[in-house]
């Protein structure tokens, strides 16, 4: 079989080799739960490497180690801050300020809160996918209590003007949560900089293992423990800890933060070639989002007119081209992109949103079989729609 060409690295990314070779000796040989560290010298090693481990997630986010918990990923970091501060805080308030274009595992703990009697209020997003920071600003009363703003959007690569949102919470006494799965390890993060006193990341989606993250809580923040039992990760976080996905994790973010600059040029140059390669070969295509340095540097979201996303993104992976839709993390919902209604691309072409996401085991070589491909399956399902005007 022809090697397969991947572009969903905003879904999942391959596990860096050297990643692998620090995480194996982990399953079998350091096996040992670190939780019995002061009478074990087994425990006592892997814990050393999963102090090292967070000593390197700090270092990647200017953070201090006491503020970094690892749980089992984006997913968990998202709840466990949304929910932990609502619960903990609802004594001085229950207004959330959060926006349409979150992941779903920002938007579903937020309907929970709402069903429990917390009021959410959505800050608007421009066409780009962009919130205007006065914007959030007009939403905060004395009753907010929390802002999850994502740092970059998953879909469209939008990335927000945290640093500025940060400052406005923090001035209003108001705890700022940020997800920062699509951005950890490929854009600089710096906590104290940006003003963020939660942070949630994945190790996925930076070439470390999956079912594994953080959550960075700034120190001295008030917040109810996310899972209840033994009192691992100082009581807010219980359960042994997956210690072979840890120190992927953090070997990971010693790689990332040593290479990340190196990379993202090198991926954004592939992803401007390869959209410029498209946009000539192909007629009636757009771009969903904002072109320029406030996207991420591997994300392309765009539209082909008069094609449903779903059956060329078929068409493409039995040539070996693997291409994530609208939304590879709620993959096979029939529901149009949440984000790309919040950004109003028309009804249209609300099925016709198609990502590519390009990373760091992306070569250059791969631009024009791509291309060549796409044009094909296009040209074949446009001859085949009832829709598309033949002969455009
Ligand atoms: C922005 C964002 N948040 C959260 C998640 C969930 O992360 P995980 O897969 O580690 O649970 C994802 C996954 O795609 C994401 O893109």
Redesign the pocket.
Known sequence: MNKVIYLDN???TPVDRRVLEKMLPFFSEKFANPATKWTSSLSKEVDDYIEEARENIANLLNADVEEIYFT???????NAAIKGIAWANRDKGSEIISTHI?????LRPLETLARQGFTIKFVPVDSKGFVYPDEVKKLITKHTILISI?H???EIGSIEAIEEIGKIARENGIYFHT?A??TVGHVPVDVKAMNIDLL?L????FYGP??V?ALFVRRDTNIAPFMEGGGQERGLRSGTLNSTGIVGLGEAAKIAKAEMAFNEERIRKIRDTLFESIQREIPEVYLNGAEGEKRLSGNLNFVIKGIRSEPLLTTMNERGIVIGGGS??SAGSKEPSHVLRAIAVPDDDLFSGIRMTIGKFNSEDEVMPIVINLKDAVKKLRDLSPFWMKGD
């Open positions: 905003a879904a999942t089992s990923g984006g997913t968990e970091s998202d979150e992941h779903e595992a920002v994502m970059a959007n998953n997800d799965v699509q949630s994945s190790a996925h989606k999956k079912g993250g590879a993390c």
